[in-house]
């Protein structure tokens, strides 16, 4: 079973930066298609950005699209989210999600806060 770990949320103000993470505690994580997504109060989690195995393919919502950027370390397990532009509609949970290629198995972290209010 996957566990994940993500860390970086915190209060930002608008237009500012956050960098979150997730580490990974998976032996086969380069068979894993890594994702982020986000609950904001009162909404339904949706999909933010997403990463396959290997780092060919890679998505954004709409939303975040020229603002955020996904990156993966196969090496060190982990996934990255830099977000820049920050904006209040990105206030949130935000949740880390491991979908394992062959099996397909979904995996989810705890889940870590990103505030941007001023």
């Known amino acids: 079973q996957v566990q994940l770990v993500e860390s970086g949320g915190g209060l930002v103000q608008p237009g500012g930066s956050l960098i979150l993470s997730c580490a990974a505690s998976e032996f086969a994580f380069n068979r894993q298609f890594m994702s982020w997504y986000r609950q904001a109060p009162g909404k339904e989690r949706e999909f933010v950005a997403g990463i396959s195995h290997f780092g060919a393919t890679i998505e954004y919502s709409d939303s975040v699209k020229g603002r955020f950027t996904i990156s993966r370390d196969n090496a060190k397990k982990t996934v990255d989210l830099q977000m820049n532009s920050l904006s209040p509609e990105d206030t949130g949970v935000y949740y880390c999600?491991?979908?394992?290629?062959?099996?397909?198995?979904?995996?989810w972290g705890q889940g870590t806060q990103v505030t941007v209010s001023s």
């Open positions: 999600n491991a979908r394992d290629i062959l099996t397909s198995k979904n995996a």
